[in-house]
T-cell receptor, first 114, second 110 residues
């Protein structure tokens, strides 16, 4: 059974550009969550998608957006990139939402903004 | 509000025992997870506690006290490969999401 796949693994962008990251969850998993990981802040929750709908959103500016497709694959987009957006972006998939649901993480996309 | 605290760094010797503490404050608590993350890799699931007490899984054990908002991860017979970051995460029912601490970086020395 394939794990969570994130593409690309590494990305370098310049300030002001936009970027799209992709996440393919484990087959059969319908919940996909996105996190930003930086050395000082740890994992910060960005948003969660379930059945193609955003169910939950963290405290990030509107430049961060996402979507989920009918096959549960998800994309996140960051527009007007800033230096502070440099981070590891992790996607996690779960079978269902809610209690005691183990989240499986992808390897992440390391974004560097220069 | 929601807050999770864990030490930033710890060091230990191969073969020893180490305890990584995690304290939390959250509304609608319903479960605490521990994840292990090696540098440059994805976090991997270690344990889940929803009731008070100790859960043992091989060399790793996790303890939860809901009344104290406290958990610990106990690692026995430390091995060099245990050098990693250990992330404590709380599942908040009302917000239906996992909230992570900043992680504890453990270094195991020979």
């Amino acid at each position: 059974k394939a794990g969570v796949t994130q593409t690309p693994r590494y990305l370098i962008k310049t300030r002001g550009q936009q970027v799209t990251l992709s996440c393919s969850p484990i087959s059969g998993h319908r919940s996909v969550s996105w996190y930003q990981q930086t050395p000082g802040q740890g994992l910060q929750f960005l948003f969660e998608y379930f059945s193609e709908t955003q169910r939950n959103k963290g405290n990030f500016p509107g430049r961060f957006s996402g979507r989920q497709f009918s096959n549960s694959r998800s994309e996140m987009n960051v527009s007007t990139l800033e230096l502070g957006d440099s981070a590891l972006y992790l996607c996690a998939s779960s079978l269902i939402r809610g209690l005691g649901t183990e989240a499986f993480f992808g390897q992440g996309t390391r974004l560097t903004v220069v | 509000g929601q807050n999770i605290d864990q030490p930033t760094e710890m060091t230990a010797t191969e073969g020893a025992i180490v305890q990584i503490n995690c304290t939390y404050q959250t509304s609608g608590f319903n479960g605490l997870f521990w994840y292990q993350q090696h540098a440059g890799e994805a976090p991997t699931f270690l344990s889940y506690n929803v009731l008070d007490g100790l859960e043992e899984k091989g060399r790793f054990s996790s303890f939860l006290s809901r009344s104290k908002g406290y958990s610990y991860l106990l690692l026995k017979e430390l091995q060099m490969k245990d050098s990693a970051s250990y992330l404590c995460a709380v599942f908040a029912v009302f917000s239906v999401k996992l909230i992570f601490g900043t992680g504890t970086r453990l270094q195991v020395f020979p």
